[in-house]
């Protein structure tokens, strides 16, 4: 079956730097992406990569955060870099193959 496991998410201070990994397995998935939740907010795309290597980037993020893939591995990494309390969000792995799959989600928490 599909599964996703996420890690890297944490605590940092405002201007640092932090890398997600989303381990996927059971499957071969047109798109993989990230999305975010804050605290009474609705989940949002953050970036997304497609199996030909396509990306796109929610506008908030474009210039700081940077998606990349590991075909051989089946991992998608997001690198954060100059990071705002604005950031600090609950972030999800998603992966599509006719339906979306989504991981436990990992807390990022940045401080001013």
């Known amino acids: 079956q599909v599964q996703l496991v996420e890690s890297g998410g944490g605590l940092v201070q405002a201007g640092g730097s932090l890398r997600l990994s989303c381990a996927a397995s059971?499957?071969?998935?047109?798109?993989m992406g990230w999305y975010r939740q804050g605290p009474g907010e609705q989940r949002e795309l953050v970036a997304s990569i497609t199996s030909s290597g396509a990306t796109n980037y929610a506008d908030s993020v474009k210039g700081r955060f940077t998606i990349a893939k590991d075909n051989a591995k089946n991992t998608v990494y997001l690198q954060m870099n100059s990071l705002k309390p604005e950031d600090t969000a609950v972030y999800y792995c998603?992966?599509?193959?006719?339906?979306?799959?989504w991981g436990q989600g990992t807390q990022v928490t940045v401080s001013s």
């Open positions: 998603g992966a599509w193959r006719t339906i979306w799959y």
């Open positions: 059971g499957s071969i998935f047109g798109i």
